[in-house]
């Protein structure tokens, strides 16, 4: 009998990057998003010594955030890479790449093309979930930032 066939690959002692478990540290930062969330915080800063899983959690808990009335909030993580010199478009054209926004790469685009462009993918997620407000996580190096849109979300069918 082969045994090895009767272990799944995700089990983590095969793959031990991919265990999470849920600490009570983690509940504690989940109680804190849904808190800044519910009161209409603006946003918010995570810090901590590297390594220690922040960006961790905050992947286990971005489809696990809800407004009052447990609608799902839809969240898009993406990752601000360190630049000589940063640039607004370095910011939206990476946003754009993490949200697998099709645009063509040869021809010069500014700025607010990419902006509307992202805009467009958010507000496709919310329409996906129905959410009447729309919010995301920024995650840059050291720190995340939480950003509540400004824009009050009514769809008509």
């Known amino acids: 009998m082969n045994r090895q066939a009767c272990v799944p690959q995700e089990h983590p002692v095969y793959n031990p990057l991919e265990l999470q478990l849920r600490t009570p540290e983690i509940n504690r930062l989940h109680e804190t998003l849904t808190?800044?969330?519910?009161?209409?915080?603006t946003g918010g800063f995570i810090k901590g010594s590297p390594r220690i899983g922040?960006?961790?959690?905050?992947e286990m808990l971005a489809n696990d955030l809800s407004t009052?009335?447990?609608?799902?909030?839809?969240?898009?993580?993406?990752?601000?890479?360190?630049r000589d010199r940063p640039t607004i478009r370095a910011i939206y054209r990476n946003l754009c790449i993490s949200a697998d926004i099709d645009f063509n790469k040869?021809?010069?685009?500014?700025?607010?093309?990419?902006?509307?462009?992202?805009?467009?993918?958010?507000?496709?997620?919310?329409?996906?979930?129905?959410?009447k407000q729309l919010y995301y996580l920024?995650?840059?190096?050291?720190?995340?930032?939480?950003i509540k849109s400004k824009y009050s979300l009514n769809f008509t069918t």
């Open 68 to 82: 009052r009335t447990k609608n799902p909030i839809p969240a898009h993580m993406f990752t601000v890479p360190p």
């Open 54 to 58: 922040k960006s961790t959690a905050l």
């Open 35 to 41: 808190q800044w969330l519910w009161t209409g915080a």
């Open 138 to 146: 920024l995650m840059k190096c050291s720190g995340y930032i939480l």
């Open 106 to 131: 040869t021809r010069q685009i500014n700025s607010d093309i990419l902006m509307n462009d992202f805009y467009h993918f958010l507000m496709d997620k919310a329409r996906q979930t129905e959410s």
